[in-house]
C-alpha cells in the first residue's frame, strides 16, 4: 500500500491551485490536437497530391510537419490525458518514451529550420553551392541526418527521463542529467536558432543590396525606354523548383537593352544554366546580343547578378515565401522563450504552479499554426488545401443534395 501511495505521489502533478487551470489546458490541448494533426496531415498530402508543390524547398517543409505530427497525433493526447486527471496514467516506460519524443520532435523542428534558412540564403547568395547541397540525394542525407541528430542527442538521456509536476508531464530531470542537459539546450535553443536568426538576417542584406544595385542600374538607362517583359512560366511560391530555379536576373534585362541601343555595352550576357529551358529558349531567341559584340559586365550587373531570385521576375514570390518562413521561425521563437526564460529565472521553482504550465502550454501551439501559417501566406498551399477539403466534403455534400432532393 505505501509503495502503491508513493508510486501515485510520484506521478501526481495535483495543486488546489491548478484545479480549475486544467480544464483550460484540457480545452487547449484538445484543440491543438485536432488542429495539428488535420493540418500537418494536409500539409503531407497537399505535397503527395500536387505536382506544383513537389519542390526541393517544400520537402524541408514537409518534414517539418512530420515532426509536427508526431507530436500532435501522439504526445498532444497523452500530455491531455495527464492534465484532465493531474497525474501521469501511462507508466514510467511512457515516460521515458514520451520525453524522448518529445525533444527529438522538438530538435528536429530546429534543424529544419536551420535547414530552410541556409536554403533560402544559399539560393540568394551561393547558387552553385544550393544545387550541389540540396540535389535530391542531398536532401534525402540531409532529412535522415536531421533525425538521426535528434535522435543521438536525446537518445542516452533515457534514464533521467522523469515525471515532473511543475508541467504536468515528462521532461528529463534537472539536475540529474547535467552538464549534458544544459549543452544540448543551449546548443539547439540559443546556438541553433540564433544562427537561423543570423541567416535570415543575411538574406535581409543580400537582397537589400541587390534591390538598391537593380534600382540604380535602371535608373542608369534612358527614362523613355520600354522594359522588357518579365514572363516567368512555371513559377512556383517557393522559388525553387524541383529542377531548376525559373530567374530571370537583371543580365537579361541587359541584353534586351542593348538589342535596343547598340551603342550602350553594359550588360552581361545570362548563363543559361541559371534558366529553366522555356526561359533560356525565349532568351536566345528576343535577346541575342548583333554579332561581334562583346558584352563587358558593369560594377552594377555584377552587384546585382549575385543574388538571382533577388532580382528576378520571380523576386515577389521568393521575398513571401522568405518572409513566411522567417515568420514560422519567429512563431517557434515565440512558443519556447517564455518557458526556457521561466526555467532558468525559477531554478527553485518557487514560481506558481499555474505559470509554469501556461508556458509549457505555449509551446504547444508551434506543433498547430504551421500549416495556418502556409495557408495564409502561400497561395499554392491554400488552393492545395482547398482542394483538398473539397474533395473530403464532397461525400457529405451529395448526401445532404440527395437527402433536399428526397424531401422536395
Given at each position: 500500500?505505501?509503495?502503491?501511495?508513493?508510486?501515485?505521489?510520484?506521478?501526481?502533478?495535483?495543486?488546489?491551485?491548478?484545479?480549475?487551470?486544467?480544464?483550460?489546458?484540457?480545452?487547449?490541448?484538445?484543440?491543438?490536437?485536432?488542429?495539428?494533426?488535420?493540418?500537418?496531415?494536409?500539409?503531407?498530402?497537399?505535397?503527395?497530391?500536387?505536382?506544383?508543390?513537389?519542390?526541393?524547398?517544400?520537402?524541408?517543409?514537409?518534414?517539418?510537419?512530420?515532426?509536427?505530427?508526431l507530436?500532435?497525433?501522439?504526445?498532444?493526447?497523452?500530455?491531455?490525458?495527464?492534465?484532465?486527471?493531474?497525474r501521469?496514467?501511462?507508466?514510467?516506460l511512457?515516460?521515458?518514451?514520451?520525453?524522448?519524443?518529445?525533444?527529438?520532435?522538438?530538435?528536429?523542428?530546429?534543424?529544419?529550420?536551420?535547414?530552410?534558412?541556409?536554403?533560402?540564403?544559399?539560393?540568394?547568395?551561393?547558387?552553385?553551392?544550393?544545387?550541389?547541397?540540396?540535389?535530391?540525394?542531398?536532401l534525402i542525407?540531409?532529412?535522415v541526418?536531421?533525425?538521426?541528430?535528434?535522435?543521438?542527442?536525446?537518445?542516452?538521456l533515457?534514464?533521467?527521463?522523469?515525471?515532473?509536476?511543475?508541467?504536468?508531464?515528462?521532461?528529463?530531470?534537472?539536475?540529474?542529467?547535467?552538464?549534458f542537459?544544459?549543452?544540448?539546450?543551449?546548443?539547439?535553443?540559443?546556438?541553433?536558432?540564433?544562427?537561423?536568426?543570423?541567416?535570415?538576417?543575411?538574406?535581409?542584406?543580400?537582397?537589400?543590396?541587390?534591390?538598391?544595385?537593380?534600382?540604380?542600374?535602371r535608373?542608369?538607362?534612358?527614362?523613355?525606354?520600354?522594359?522588357?517583359?518579365?514572363?516567368?512560366?512555371?513559377?512556383?511560391?517557393?522559388?525553387?523548383?524541383?529542377?531548376?530555379?525559373?530567374?530571370?536576373?537583371?543580365?537579361?534585362?541587359?541584353?534586351?537593352?542593348?538589342?535596343?541601343?547598340?551603342?550602350?555595352?553594359?550588360?552581361?550576357k545570362?548563363?543559361?544554366?541559371?534558366?529553366?529551358?522555356?526561359?533560356?529558349?525565349?532568351?536566345?531567341?528576343?535577346?541575342?546580343?548583333?554579332?561581334?559584340?562583346?558584352?563587358?559586365?558593369?560594377?552594377?550587373?555584377?552587384?546585382?547578378?549575385s543574388?538571382?531570385?533577388?532580382?528576378s521576375?520571380?523576386d515577389?514570390?521568393?521575398k513571401?515565401?522568405?518572409?513566411?518562413?522567417?515568420?514560422?521561425?519567429?512563431?517557434?521563437?515565440?512558443?519556447?522563450?517564455?518557458?526556457?526564460?521561466?526555467?532558468?529565472?525559477?531554478?527553485?521553482n518557487?514560481?506558481?504552479?499555474?505559470l509554469?504550465?501556461?508556458?509549457?502550454?505555449?509551446?504547444?501551439?508551434?506543433?498547430?499554426?504551421?500549416?495556418?501559417?502556409?495557408?495564409?501566406?502561400?497561395?499554392?498551399?491554400r488552393?492545395?488545401?482547398?482542394?483538398?477539403?473539397?474533395?473530403?466534403?464532397?461525400?457529405?455534400?451529395?448526401?445532404?443534395?440527395?437527402?433536399?432532393?428526397?424531401?422536395?
Amino acid at each position: 500500500m505505501n509503495h502503491t501511495n508513493q508510486t501515485e505521489e510520484l506521478f501526481s502533478c495535483y495543486s488546489p491551485s491548478v484545479v480549475g487551470y486544467r480544464y483550460v489546458a484540457v480545452l487547449w490541448g484538445c484543440a491543438v490536437t485536432i488542429a495539428g494533426t488535420v493540418g500537418n496531415l494536409m500539409t503531407i498530402l497537399a505535397f503527395a497530391l500536387d505536382p506544383r508543390l513537389r519542390t526541393r524547398f517544400n520537402v524541408l517543409i514537409i518534414n517539418l510537419a512530420a515532426a509536427d505530427l508526431l507530436y500532435c497525433t501522439i504526445l498532444q493526447p497523452i500530455s491531455v490525458d495527464s492534465y484532465l486527471h493531474l497525474r501521469w496514467r501511462s507508466g514510467q516506460l511512457w515516460c521515458s518514451i514520451f520525453g524522448l519524443l518529445l525533444f527529438l520532435s522538438n530538435s528536429v523542428s530546429i534543424i529544419t529550420l536551420c535547414l530552410v534558412a541556409v536554403s533560402r540564403y544559399l539560393l540568394v547568395a551561393k547558387r552553385a553551392v544550393f544545387d550541389r547541397v540540396f540535389s535530391d540525394p542531398g536532401l534525402i542525407l540531409l532529412l535522415v541526418s536531421s533525425w538521426a541528430l535528434g535522435l543521438a542527442s536525446f537518445g542516452p538521456l533515457w534514464s533521467v527521463y522523469v515525471f515532473v509536476p511543475q508541467v504536468c508531464t515528462c521532461s528529463f530531470h534537472r539536475t540529474r542529467g547535467r552538464p549534458f542537459t544544459t549543452i544540448l539546450l543551449f546548443f539547439y535553443f540559443f546556438v541553433g536558432l540564433g544562427c537561423v536568426g543570423a541567416f535570415y538576417l543575411l538574406i535581409y542584406r543580400r537582397v537589400q543590396l541587390a534591390s538598391q544595385a537593380l534600382r540604380r542600374y535602371r535608373l542608369s538607362r534612358r527614362s523613355s525606354r520600354k522594359k522588357p517583359a518579365s514572363s516567368v512560366q512555371g513559377t512556383d511560391d517557393s522559388g525553387v523548383q524541383s529542377g531548376m530555379v525559373n530567374t530571370r536576373s537583371c543580365e537579361v534585362s541587359s541584353q534586351a537593352d542593348l538589342a535596343q541601343n547598340k551603342d550602350e555595352i553594359t550588360s552581361k550576357k545570362a548563363s543559361p544554366s541559371a534558366q529553366s529551358p522555356a526561359t533560356a529558349l525565349n532568351s536566345s531567341a528576343s535577346n541575342k546580343p548583333p554579332p561581334g559584340i562583346v558584352i563587358a559586365p558593369t560594377s552594377s550587373t555584377t552587384a546585382a547578378s549575385s543574388s538571382h531570385s533577388a532580382t528576378s521576375g520571380d523576386d515577389g514570390e521568393f521575398k513571401r515565401v522568405t518572409r513566411m518562413c522567417f515568420i514560422v521561425f519567429l512563431c517557434f521563437v515565440c512558443c519556447f522563450v517564455p518557458f526556457l526564460l521561466l526555467n532558468i529565472a525559477d531554478k527553485h521553482n518557487r514560481a506558481p504552479q499555474v505559470l509554469h504550465m501556461f508556458c509549457a502550454n505555449l509551446t504547444w501551439l508551434n506543433s498547430c499554426i504551421n500549416p495556418v501559417l502556409y495557408a495564409v501566406m502561400n497561395r499554392q498551399f491554400r488552393q492545395s488545401y482547398h482542394l483538398l477539403l473539397t474533395r473530403a466534403a464532397a461525400p457529405f455534400t451529395c448526401l445532404w443534395t440527395w437527402r433536399q432532393a428526397l424531401r422536395s
